[in-house]
């Protein structure tokens, strides 16, 4: 094994390696270099020795709870910058919170695809800036952002007069002018059932006809990342993300330099995303106005038929298992 990888190091610590065999695989493939323990000893030794870059690991390895565990994981680790990125079984919503409160930066359930597991490494190896929420949620807006406080009144004030057969149109016209204050050239609002791995475009700034349009999750690695995490992801540059960048190839309609994806919030709950993309390579906006496109998010979600939105993905999911 190379002394140093061109793309990165993985640890991956589990009882049961077998079950990385394909991801190391791939990985290698893509001249990323990976390390396997199977004791918490193992694991801190190694961390201390060697720089890598995401450490994958079980719960169970420890056997001293999440907080313990991650702790120990970050006093040891020779890369302060280590990105942890917990797999297990227990996929409840109250142990994702716990994970994440305790340090982890992303999540992922068995059993799982390899190819979403690599593409999950993948866009960990490359820059991706994470804003916490209450970063900016608590700043009080300023005078530069006054035309986005104008948006997000009159984004009150249309949806407050809209009945549900015509939510898409009014969707789109927020979104278009999300979009035009942001120099967007694609502004998304999707809504997301994580159980399922679905989501749903429900609407997007650039195409009218695009409506209710049915997406998989293990496409959008930085979505789930969103969805994990309750916090605001920020890539300057695609081009810089390996697996960002491939969007490009893939979305040939439009050019794809950044993107800022958003949490929305329905009742507390994290229930999809807001995504906005830009044409070239950006600087992060300012926290005033993060904070009034966040709540312009959380708005459009309210109006949202957000319960009957899930049972459709639901539905939609359990026809193609089925299939």
Request: with cysteine; net charge neutral; aromatic share 6%.
């Amino acid at each position: 094994m190379s002394e140093k990888s061109n793309q990165g190091r993985v640890l991956f610590a589990d009882l049961a390696l077998v079950k990385y065999k394909s991801v190391i695989s791939e990985l290698t493939k893509a001249d990323v270099d990976s390390d396997c323990v199977t004791d918490v000893t193992q694991l801190l030794q190694k961390i201390s020795e060697v720089k890598y870059d995401i450490c994958a690991i079980n719960l169970l390895l420890g056997g001293i709870g999440p907080f313990e565990l991650i702790e120990n994981i970050r006093k040891s680790s020779k890369n302060p910058q280590l990105k942890i990125v917990v797999v297990t079984r227990q996929v409840h919503k109250l142990n994702i919170q716990n994970t994440i409160r305790a340090g982890a930066d992303d999540f992922i359930a068995e059993p799982f695809e390899s190819l979403n597991f690599y593409n999950r490494v993948l866009y960990h190896l490359r820059p991706v800036q994470v804003i916490k929420a209450n970063q900016f949620e608590q700043s009080i807006p300023g005078v530069e952002s006054h035309k986005y406080v104008q948006m997000l009144l009159e984004a009150t004030e249309i949806l407050s007069r809209t009945d549900r057969e015509h939510i898409h149109d009014t969707f789109l016209k927020i979104l278009q002018d999300i979009a035009l204050q942001m120099e967007s050239n694609r502004t998304s609002l999707i809504i997301v059932d994580e159980s399922a791995n679905n989501g749903v475009v429900l609407a997007t700034s650039d195409d009218p006809k695009f409506s209710n349009f049915p997406i998989s999750l293990d496409n959008y690695p930085e979505i789930v990342h969103v969805m994990h995490t309750g916090n605001l992801i920020f890539v300057e540059d695609v081009s810089q993300n390996s697996l960002t960048d491939r969007i490009k190839s893939k979305v040939k309609s439009i050019a794809i330099g950044s993107m800022i994806i958003f949490p929305v919030r329905y009742h507390a709950d994290i229930v999809g995303a807001l995504v906005i993309r830009r044409p070239v390579a950006t600087e992060l906006p300012t926290q005033d106005v993060m904070r009034v496109l966040q709540a312009t998010a959380n708005l459009m979600a309210a109006h949202a038929n957000v319960a009957v939105l899930l049972r459709k993905i639901y539905k939609e999911f359990k026809k193609v298992s089925a299939a």
